[in-house]
């Protein structure tokens, strides 16, 4: 249920901002940053190869409102997945803005290397690569946190 889901990632946002230093270190060394990329990762292979990168700037969405233009219509094929990923990006953003600063480094450390490096570096290197670059291109316009952004 999507009421769950939002609530669930609420509840995580607040430990994760909770101004106290030593829950932040516990919280920081815990798997949640490598949770939080892994599925950041899915969503992003979850993308249909034949999605037409031109549709990719059209979505709007953030990861606490339905959005059932986007998530419910088909707008294009494979809508209802790249929605999903831009979702769960903007979640992640807003995590790592949120955050206490040990929390929050340690998340974005962690999509850094795990994800952006891992996963979309060499995704560049595949015959979609029009379609990986249209993803970059809007995920970066979309992350307006600094840690994600450096």
């Keep these: 249920d999507n009421t769950v889901r939002i609530r669930a990632c609420e ?14 270190r516990t919280m920081a060394k815990s798997d949640l940053a490598r949770v939080v990329t892994n599925r950041l990762e899915c969503l992003f292979n979850f993308i249909p190869a034949h999605v ?8 709007e969405v953030t990861w606490g ?13 494979g809508c209802r997945q790249v929605a999903a990923y831009f979702m769960w990006l903007d ?20 999509i850094r290397l795990l994800f952006f490096e891992k996963v979309v570096t060499p995704a560049l290197g595949e015959h979609h690569v029009v ?15 600094v840690l994600l952004n450096t």
Excluded at 52 to 59: N, Q, Y
Excluded at 65 to 77: H, V
Excluded at 97 to 104: F, L, R, T, Y
Aim: include cysteine; aromatic fraction near 6%; hydrophobic fraction near 40%.
């Design 131 to 145: 379609l990986i670059t249209a993803l970059i291109t809007e995920t970066l316009k979309k992350i307006t946190s």
């Design 91 to 110: 979640y992640c953003d807003q995590l790592v803005k949120e955050a206490h600063p040990d929390v929050a480094q340690e998340v974005a450390r962690t």
């Design 65 to 77: 409102l339905d959005s059932p233009l986007w998530t419910n219509e088909k707008k294009f094929p």
């Design 52 to 59: 037409d990168p031109a549709e990719i700037d059209e979505i």
């Design 11 to 24: 509840g995580i946002m607040v430990l994760a901002s909770l101004d106290d230093p030593s829950f932040a």
